[in-house]
């Protein structure tokens, strides 16, 4: 019992370090203010009028994930979407370094999870394409564990 206690401590501990490292590092790349400004934007609105600051938008809304991606030159892109009475359906593609990532299962995992969350927002699904990036065990990872829908 004592040594679950030692661990779930340690799990907690850890998930803070990274949530505040990941913090410290996109404070760097966006400013404060515009920040800011994307986490009050409508997505609803963005994704009609202007897919680049959607985009951004939707990046400053992830957590520890978007660091990483930010980090290594990971992008996610808009390849389709639709609005229900939910919020948005939304399909996405990593691309840029993630590409070759073998950490992109788990940053796909993240994007859906920390994007789910946002009231604006009923469903993310990612590109069938993504599966022809990852090798043999990768594709096999993603689609067995990875809590995730490609169409």
Do not use: W
């Amino acid at each position: 019992m004592e040594q679950d206690d030692l661990a779930a401590r340690y799990r907690a501990e850890a998930e803070e370090s990274v949530r505040i490292e990941a913090k410290k590092r996109l404070e760097k790349s966006i400013p404060a203010i515009e920040r800011i400004r994307l986490q009050t934007a409508s997505l609803k609105t963005l994704v009609e009028e202007d897919v680049e600051t959607f985009i951004k938008a939707c990046f400053v809304r992830l957590g520890p994930v978007a660091a990483a991606l930010d980090g290594h030159g990971g992008v996610i892109a808009l390849v389709s979407h639709s609005h229900t009475t939910d919020g948005l359906d939304l399909v996405l593609d990593l691309t840029g370094a993630c590409l070759s990532c073998g950490a992109a299962p788990g940053t796909l995992s993240g994007v859906k999870e920390d994007l789910e969350s946002d009231e604006e927002i009923s469903a993310i699904k990612f590109s069938v394409a993504l599966l022809d990036t990852f090798d043999e065990l990768g594709r096999e990872f993603i689609l067995a564990h990875g809590n995730v829908e490609f169409v």
